[in-house]
């Protein structure tokens, strides 16, 4: 299983043809204190740079982009009842969605670690 | 997504913001910068919610240097700030401060303030992002005898919260002039110069969190110095402009520019207090005839206070309807930390705003139930003439 990451601060664990999207920890301590998520139902077809779920935090709603594109698999229930998880867990408890892979190619344009680390440290 | 946050919210890009007096400060104490009425501004320290519930149990600082301070000197000044402003300046005893509204001639608010009588002038506090505005509206009315100061050369702190009390009775205050009130004395919405080591501070017990609390005009180049010495108290933490914000709304307190506007009345704002009493009889203020007549006959729509049900909030612009006519649209709208759950602020029809009136918010195509609720959300916690301090 790898971890790859997008410019727009999402993450994505990918495991054969399925993978787990969330976002990254300098996304929700940009966000701040996360108040709600809306996540995407099982079933729903995403597309990659597409609305997929919306962060909001005590200031404002935020999207979150589907990093590649899929069939959404399930969401966290875990952040209906503790969306605080975003800030406290981001990458790991704090994950938004699991989807089913459309294209596996659409992987090939995506950040690894060390990429995603000197773009946030150009930001 | 986390550059867009910045925009959704409502603050400006980073560049070209001018920097005010505590900026060194803020950021040494890993404060996140933004723009704000085109200065660079902290939103946040440690976070908003925690700021937030600081002030409401201890004492929160905050710079509200990018607001406006002005003085208006000479004789009738009280008289002329009646031709632009519904309050009764007149009787407005010295040391006493009052929350008044500029009107455009159609009743229209140009900006709200805080006018207090300094017993030689009136000091004004207004909006970071009017003042310009403000003050060529107030120069292009000046009468001769009758001077306007931007006091640029000052910096404005506000320690808020229930310790603020506490911490300022520690600074050691001594009053200015000998007919003033001590600092003891202060009770909210007064006012009155004090000396702190030898430095003139303007000091009003008042703010904007629906806390005790107070204001402080310091000259610029001592802000720093003012500000490290309150925050040398353990009751106080710097917070940031994210909470200043969430405080307001659940104290029900309208934000200029969002709740309230040059299209809007006192009376549609739900502001009819700050029209004094005599005002009320005698007009005399820009917009007088269409003001009194909704004072009389009721306004065609009003500012209310939303619960929201569930837990997406509801923001700004979203629209309010009540069934399948839309009746309204919100006008600030966030999250209430003290209370743990979604409140707005919504400007609806007049038939829609009674308490208790069942409506729906659309929220990205959602509907959320909501409901009218009196304001404040949170009951205010002030510490009135008449109340033991």
Known sequence: MSRLYTQDHEWIDVDGDTATVGITDYAQGQLGDVVFVELPEAGR??????????????????DVYAPVS????????????????????????GWFFKLTLADASELDGLLDKAAYDAFVAGL | MPGATVVAGGYMAEADLKSLPLDALHRRLGARMVGFAGYAMPIQFEGIIAEHVWTRESAGLFDVSHM?????????????LETLAPGDFLALQPHRTRYSLLLTDDGGIIDDLMVTNTGKSYYMVVNGATKAGDIAHMQARLPA?????????????????????????????????????????LKFMAGARFLWNSITLGITRSGYTGEDGYEISVPAASAEALAEALLAHAEVKSIGLGARDSLRLEAGLPLYGHDIDTSVTPIEADLAYAISKRRKTEGGFPGTSLILDQLLNGAPRKRVGLSVEGRLPAREGATVWAGGRQVGVVTSGGFAPSLNVPIAMAMVETAHAGDGTALEIDVRGKRIGARVVPMPFKQKNYVREGTKA
């Not at chain 1, 077809?45 to 935020?62: C, L």
Request: aromatic share 2%; hydrophobic share 45%; charged share 20%.
């Open chain 2, 145 to 185: 005898g009758i001077t306007l100061t931007h006091m640029e050369d000052h910096a404005l702190l506000a320690l808020q919260g229930p310790q603020a009390v506490t911490v300022m009775g520690r600074l050691a205050l001594a009053p200015a002039e000998a007919d003033q009130p001590g600092f003891a004395d």
């Open chain 1, 45 to 62: 077809a995403v597309t990659k740079g597409g609305e997929a779920a919306v962060v909001e935090s005590v200031k404002a709603a935020s």
């Open chain 1, 70 to 93: 899929g069939t959404v698999t399930e969401a966290n229930p875990a952040l209906t009842d503790d969306p605080a998880l975003v800030n406290t867990a981001p990458e790991t408890e």
């Open chain 2, 68 to 80: 406006g301070q002005l003085l208006v000197e000479g004789d009738g000044a009280g008289a002329w």
